[in-house]
């Protein structure tokens, strides 16, 4: 049977704008569902917190603080977030739809991958990292099922900020097998986590694309949990032969079990992969691995063949080298290993001689001389310089027969102070012996200050910080009773301080001078009003009105926020007038006795007063009422009824 035909929200249409269309997938914190937005007609996913989970109010109000903060990581290889909301029982994040598969999905159906194809899967896992890490968050809970690869071959990190939400150290259940096998020795130990159990959970994917299989396993999560506390993760080369000892570096440096020892957060291990990518060999890079599960058969149509062919397929050029020069390179080489045409017979004209063919070998001959000699005996290859101090770059290109150009310098969040940012040209180029190769050296990242921004206006203070390359962060609004409203009171780093470029400053943005609210319940509506806005609060009238016996019809019988409390100047208070008390139908009681008469007046909502004067004094007869039975009363009034 199709479950997702028993789920209730698949064909249901959430908070008036986005068309839920079918189930994608059932997690521990929330459900994920294809969905359309109907407002601005574009598919995208739905994901729904269990309704158990939504009932814990500083959960949901966690969960969406991080959507919000999440929201504004804008990166191409993060999954975005475009809305969220509630509905009921149902707490909800509208995200980008990535059509494709899982990293689990291509390491299951493929199982070991090519050396090229993982640094190409893991880059972009890194970018979007180190995105993150550098505007404040962790991720905790990296990965294959949360790295995403589109049907263009884009990658995407998943669940960004929403694991901030929920502990995931504790939980030790076999439905977590699979996160365990990620988690940093110090996520288990002390429940500690900063940007290095993200840059260990990524040395730990690397090394199972590498060799399709993780590094520690077990029959139970507390085996593989007691492994990582205890084991280092083995180089890959040791379980696929002959695998790049470049590629064992990047794993245990990543994996290192002492977090100090790591690279720092994932602009660091970013840099490190470039620069062990770069000392790689094309044979290096496109090895097959023998774990690899699908080497032989053309993936056409195979659902992992999202991973661009140039990841996979094996290409005979150096690396950098520009594809389509090389190929025509290549079809001119040819012509002169192909045999030439045969002569075409010619009944007129004289006879070439043995000379005529002396001269024509002796000219191809020559010419396939000076082909080697501008390929190979006057040309070199640039060599890879990426990363490198410019002392290690200078003794590459002398190494290579190639002088020192040009040196220029700039900043850079991803490549390390005095190391190579590019060359030109860059690595794989062939050039002329003797010829120069210009430099661009890393400064670091561009540190700027965080400007003055107390006093300034929001939309200033956005701008200003925009100016010196900052990010305006999350806005919090506080009273003051010295800032104006919609100015800033203060930021967060704080004003001098240095910081690098793309940091993102969280403001706090005054709300003005406190108003106590008055309370105006039981007043009419229009007194309501004048007193409401003297006192510099905005005012809106519920649309329903609500009966109570309390007030009458017309005067305010509730107010939002409650009396008593604080408001800015201009926030708003809503009213909700009364219709009167409910009137009901008073029952005839006359000739009943006083026991009956009270029972059947009070069941029907109403309060009995007897008046049994000098003749009732011994009576058990009601006389009269004071409502006469099948007239309307308010609900709640008195009845009274007179007994002899």
């Given at each position: 049977?199709?479950?997702?035909?028993?789920?209730?929200?698949?064909?249901?249409?959430?908070?008036?704008?986005?068309?839920?269309?079918?189930?994608?997938?059932?997690?521990?914190?929330?459900?994920?569902?294809?969905?359309?937005?109907?407002?601005?007609?574009?598919?995208?996913?739905?994901?729904?917190?269990?309704?158990?989970?939504?009932?814990?109010?500083?959960?949901?109000?966690?969960?969406?603080?991080?959507?919000?903060?999440?929201?504004?990581?804008?990166?191409?290889?993060?999954?975005?977030?475009?809305?969220?909301?509630?509905?009921?029982?149902?707490?909800?994040?509208?995200?980008?739809?990535?059509?494709?598969?899982?990293?689990?999905?291509?390491?299951?159906?493929?199982?070991?991958?090519?050396?090229?194809?993982?640094?190409?899967?893991?880059?972009?896992?890194?970018?979007?990292?180190?995105?993150?890490?550098?505007?404040?968050?962790?991720?905790?809970?990296?990965?294959?099922?949360?790295?995403?690869?589109?049907?263009?071959?884009?990658?995407?990190?998943?669940?960004?900020?929403?694991?901030?939400?929920?502990?995931?150290?504790?939980?030790?259940?076999?439905?977590?097998?699979?996160?365990?096998?990620?988690?940093?020795?110090?996520?288990?130990?002390?429940?500690?986590?900063?940007?290095?159990?993200?840059?260990?959970?990524?040395?730990?994917?690397?090394?199972?694309?590498?060799?399709?299989?993780?590094?520690?396993?077990?029959?139970?999560?507390?085996?593989?949990?007691?492994?990582?506390?205890?084991?280092d993760v083995p180089p890959p080369s040791a379980a696929v032969p002959g695998l790049a000892y470049e590629l064992d570096e990047m794993v245990a440096s990543a994996t290192a079990r002492t977090p100090e020892i790591r690279p720092h957060d994932a602009v660091a291990l970013l840099a490190q992969v470039r620069d062990g990518r770069g000392r790689l060999t094309v044979e290096q890079l496109d090895a097959v691995p023998p774990q690899a599960l699908a080497a032989d058969h053309d993936n056409t149509d195979d659902r992992t063949s999202v991973i661009p062919r140039a990841l996979t397929t094996p290409r005979p050029l150096p690396v950098n080298e520009d594809?389509?020069?090389?190929?025509?390179?290549?079809?001119?080489?040819?012509?002169?290993?192909?045999?030439?045409?045969?002569?075409?017979?010619?009944?007129?004209?004289?006879?070439?001689?043995?000379?005529?063919?002396?001269?024509?070998?002796?000219?191809?001959?020559?010419?396939?001389?000076?082909?080697?000699?501008?390929?190979?005996?006057?040309?070199?290859?640039?060599?890879?310089?990426?990363?490198?101090?410019?002392?290690?770059?200078?003794?590459?290109?002398?190494?290579?027969?190639?002088?020192?150009?040009?040196?220029?310098?700039?900043?850079?969040?991803?490549?390390?102070?005095?190391?190579?940012?590019?060359?030109?040209?860059?690595?794989?180029?062939?050039?002329?012996?003797?010829?120069?190769?210009?430099?661009?050296?890393?400064?670091?990242?561009?540190?700027?200050?965080?400007?003055?921004?107390?006093?300034?206006?929001?939309?200033?203070?956005?701008?200003?910080?925009?100016?010196?390359?900052?990010?305006?962060?999350?806005?919090?609004?506080?009273?003051?009773?010295?800032?104006?409203?919609?100015?800033?009171?203060?930021?967060?780093?704080?004003?001098?301080?240095?910081?690098?470029?793309?940091?993102?400053?969280?403001?706090?943005?005054?709300?003005?001078?406190?108003?106590?609210?008055?309370?105006?319940?039981?007043?009419?509506?229009?007194?309501?009003?004048?007193?409401?806005?003297?006192?510099?609060?905005?005012?809106?009238?519920?649309?329903?009105r609500v009966t109570s016996s309390e007030f009458d019809k017309g005067q305010v019988a509730e107010q939002s926020p409650s009396p008593g409390g604080r408001a800015a100047e201009g926030d708003t208070v809503t009213l909700t007038v009364s219709k009167g008390p409910e009137m009901i139908e008073v029952p005839d009681v006359v000739g009943d006795s006083v026991d009956d008469a009270t029972r059947e007046l009070e069941s029907a909502g109403f309060q009995v007063e007897e008046d049994r004067g000098l003749l009732g004094l011994f009576g058990d007869t009601v006389k009269d009422q004071s409502v006469k039975g099948g007239e309307t009363a308010p609900k709640?009034?008195?009845?009274?009824?007179?007994?002899?």
């Open positions: 049977m199709d479950t997702t035909l028993q789920d209730p929200l698949v064909g249901q249409v959430l908070d008036g704008r986005y068309r839920v269309d079918a189930r994608i997938a059932v997690g521990g914190m929330a459900t994920v569902y294809r969905a359309v937005d109907t407002r601005l007609d574009r598919v995208l996913a739905l994901k729904v917190m269990h309704p158990s989970l939504a009932v814990d109010g500083s959960f949901v109000e966690r969960f969406i603080r991080e959507a919000k903060s999440v929201a504004r990581l804008a990166h191409p290889n993060v999954v975005q977030v475009f809305d969220q909301g509630t509905d009921g029982s149902y707490v909800y994040l509208a995200m980008e739809y990535v059509a494709g598969c899982t990293l689990r999905d291509v390491l299951r159906e493929r199982g070991a991958l090519q050396p090229r194809a993982a640094l190409d899967i893991l880059e972009p896992v890194l970018a979007a990292l180190g995105a993150a890490h550098r505007a404040g968050f962790v991720h905790r809970d990296m990965k294959p099922e949360n790295v995403l690869i589109g049907d263009d071959g884009r990658v995407k990190v998943a669940d960004f900020g929403l694991v901030r939400a929920v502990d995931t150290v504790t939980n030790t259940t076999g439905t977590v097998l699979g996160t365990v096998s990620y988690l940093a020795p110090e996520q288990i130990e002390n429940g500690t986590a900063d940007p290095r159990v993200d840059v260990y959970a990524c040395g730990v994917m690397l090394y199972e694309m590498l060799t399709g299989d993780k590094p520690h396993d077990g029959d139970s999560p507390a085996v593989i949990l007691y492994k990582h506390l205890h084991e594809d389509e020069g090389s190929a025509a390179a290549l079809n001119r080489t040819s012509r002169f290993e192909s045999p030439p045409p045969p002569p075409s017979r010619r009944r007129s004209g004289p006879r070439r001689g043995p000379m005529a063919i002396v001269v024509a070998v002796l000219l191809v001959l020559g010419l396939g001389t000076g082909i080697w000699y501008i390929n190979s005996g006057q040309f070199t290859e640039v060599p890879p310089l990426l990363a490198k101090t410019q002392a290690q770059a200078e003794d590459r290109l002398a190494d290579a027969g190639l002088e020192l150009g040009k040196v220029e310098h700039a900043y850079s969040d991803t490549v390390e102070r005095g190391t190579v940012i590019s060359s030109d040209p860059k690595a794989g180029t062939r050039i002329r012996g003797n010829d120069a190769v210009s430099l661009t050296i890393s400064d670091g990242p561009r540190n700027v200050r965080v400007p003055a921004l107390e006093g300034e206006r929001l939309d200033k203070a956005r701008s200003l910080l925009k100016q010196d390359g900052l990010e305006p962060g999350m806005v919090t609004r506080e009273f003051s009773e010295d800032v104006p409203k919609g100015s800033v009171i203060s930021a967060r780093p704080a004003d001098g301080t240095k910081v690098r470029t793309g940091t993102a400053v969280a403001l706090v943005v005054s709300k003005g001078s406190p108003i106590d609210i008055p309370d105006v319940t039981g007043s009419d509506l229009a007194d309501a009003r004048s007193e409401l806005e003297d006192a510099g609060l905005e005012v809106k009238v519920a649309a329903e709640g009034s008195t009845i009274t009824i007179k007994i002899r």
